[in-house]
């Protein structure tokens, strides 16, 4: 069986992307604080006590679902928001857009005799070709122990750079165990895979749930999985971070995705009745050019 690297919370994100670039995957052990983990599992508990199993062949029958995540405990807000992780985020989305978002938040248990899902990867969901090019990342997040037997995930480690044309076909037969890792980690760890990679929930032989929960990034101008604008009300918006804010999509990725009657969404939000002058969000890059075409223009209407 192939392994997944682990690394101490500690470990620059150097080397947490080269284990990325290499396999695909990486464990970062013991990220959440005791006092955090034991938060959330109390705070995410009580709403997946509360909701019934899904009922489909790729969710599953004995697996609970649940999304929304950063109104049922305030610790999924600062798991969203740690500098080494956005770091990792940074170095892979940010060369293909102007700014990312969350692409979902979602907590996945497990039940008992649940089989293993089909595997698959995750990017699919954007209909586009975008060969050597990562367009989301997930991080998913052991609220629970992750075993060789309770479900952990089951990756396929450098199958983000099989041919696309020929991965689905790799990946639905089956695969040596020398190709096979499963992603077992300690609660509070978090494992970082690529939207590129193969990998499935695996199968649970316990008697006890396992608990794991998603966060998701992904490139600003693509629609995000999780529709975060009917999720959360104008309350729970207005108390996030800034920058969380900004996560769940209200921003505008330049020069104009995301506006609103030429305001930035956020102004909007905050003074929804106010009149103010129609905004342009040009890239950096374009304004002196723009200016300079302007400025042109002006001197030849005026010779």
């Known amino acids: 069986m192939a392994d997944v690297k682990h690394y101490k919370a500690s470990a620059p994100a150097e080397t947490l992307i080269q284990a990325l670039m290499e ?7 013991n990220t959440l604080s005791a006092a955090q983990h034991s938060k959330l599992k109390g705070d995410l508990g009580r709403h997946l006590d509360a909701i019934p199993d899904c009922q489909g062949d790729f969710y599953g029958y004995v697996t609970k679902r649940l999304g929304l995540l950063f109104n049922k405990s305030d610790v999924f807000q600062e798991m969203a ?48 070709l975008h060969p050597g090019k ?34 689905l076909n790799l990946a639905l037969n089956e695969l040596p165990p020398d190709q096979i890792a499963l992603g077992t980690m300690k609660a509070g760890s978090v494992l970082i ?27 600003g101008w693509l629609r995000q999985a999780e529709n975060a604008y009917l999720g959360y009300s104008l309350e729970e918006l207005q108390a996030m971070p800034p920058r969380l804010q900004e996560l769940v999509g209200y921003f505008v990725h330049k020069p104009n995705l995301g506006s609103i009657n030429g305001m930035h969404p956020l102004d909007f939000v905050n003074n929804p009745t106010g009149r103010a002058l129609f905004t342009e969000f040009l890239p950096d890059a374009a304004k002196p050019f723009v200016k300079a075409f302007r400025d042109q223009s002006l001197s030849k209407a005026a010779a």
Request: hydrophobic residues 35%; negative net charge; aromatic residues 8%.
């Open 23 to 29: 396999d695909g995957c990486v464990v970062i052990d």
């Open 81 to 128: 928001l740690i500098p080494s992780i956005l770091s990792i985020m940074d170095h892979y989305l940010l060369p293909s857009c102007s700014q990312y978002q969350i692409n979902l938040t979602q907590a996945i248990s497990i039940g008992p005799n649940e089989p293993r899902q089909i595997m698959h990867q995750d990017d699919p969901m954007f209909p586009f």
């Open 134 to 167: 990562e367009v989301m990342l997930n991080c998913m997040w052991a609220i629970d122990d992750f075993t060789e037997t309770n479900g952990s995930t089951v990756l396929v480690p450098g199958s983000h750079k099989w041919p696309r044309e020929e991965s």
């Open 193 to 219: 895979y690529l939207g590129s990679l193969f990998h499935c929930g695996g199968r649970n032989e316990t008697q006890t749930r396992r608990c794991g929960a998603v966060i998701s990034y992904s490139l």
